[in-house]
T-cell receptor, first 118, second 114 residues
């Protein structure tokens, strides 16, 4: 099946620093990628939808200036957590949609990034 | 709006025993339903899906799920689990009209005990 690579898998940073997470579709071109956040024992919550060449669409309650998303190519989307604080500590996971698909059956997920802000 | 409820956060089961992971959903529109699996240190993978047609769907590794519209459920079952089934399982729902957002449940950790 299709492969989505997410890097890094684990990052620790000091409060106030920025962290960039990369999501790459390795064997297909993803015009749309999604960023999710998961707190312990909670659902994956959609943060934003990233469309290649245009601005990301953020879900209600997600600060777009805090979580910068760039989708500059058909195979790469990045999420930058700016001025990270301990409350941003979470598991972040990306997914890419195979444009040949329709609903959730064509979503392919990265392995996630565990962010810990000290 | 849609929501998914997975009441069991962890399910321990002995090897070769049957298992059922429960999933209930709510939606005001017709739905597609999914089960995703996440093995340790890996991304989510689609396990099986219900889009239309037969309400009983099966995966290649012996899991099955049945869409029950009246009970708004999509429980996942396997008659005999293996150690390699140890993973976290997520139930998910999306609307059925064109591409729509996928809403996930909180996940159920299946722990198969040898």
């Amino acid at each position: 099946g299709a492969v989505v690579s997410q890097h890094p898998s684990w990052v620790i940073c000091k409060s106030g620093t920025s962290v960039k997470i990369e999501c790459r579709s390795l064997d297909f071109q993803a015009t749309t990628m999604f960023w999710y956040r998961q707190f312990p024992k909670q659902s994956l919550m959609l943060m934003a939808t990233s469309n290649e060449g245009s601005k990301a669409t953020y879900e209600q309650g997600v600060e777009k200036d805090k979580f910068l998303i760039n989708h500059a190519s058909l195979t790469l989307s990045t999420l930058t957590v700016t001025s990270a604080h301990p409350e941003d500590s979470s598991f972040y996971i990306c997914s890419a949609r195979d444009p040949a698909g329709g609903g959730g059956e064509k979503l392919f997920f990265g392995s996630g990034t565990q962010l810990s802000v000290l | 709006a849609q929501s998914v409820t997975q009441l069991d956060s962890q399910v321990p089961v002995f090897e070769e025993a049957p298992v059922e992971l429960r999933c209930n959903y709510s939606s005001s529109v017709s739905v597609y339903l999914f089960w995703y699996v996440q093995y340790p240190n890996q991304g989510l993978q689609l396990l099986l899906k219900y889009l239309s047609g037969s309400t009983l769907v099966e995966s290649i590794n012996g899991f099955e799920a049945e869409f029950n519209k009246s009970q708004t459920s999509f429980h996942l079952r396997k008659p005999s689990v293996h150690i390699s089934d140890t993973a976290e399982y997520f139930c998910a729902v999306s609307g059925s009209g064109g591409y729509q957002k996928v809403t996930f449940g909180t996940g159920t950790k299946l722990q198969v005990i040898p």
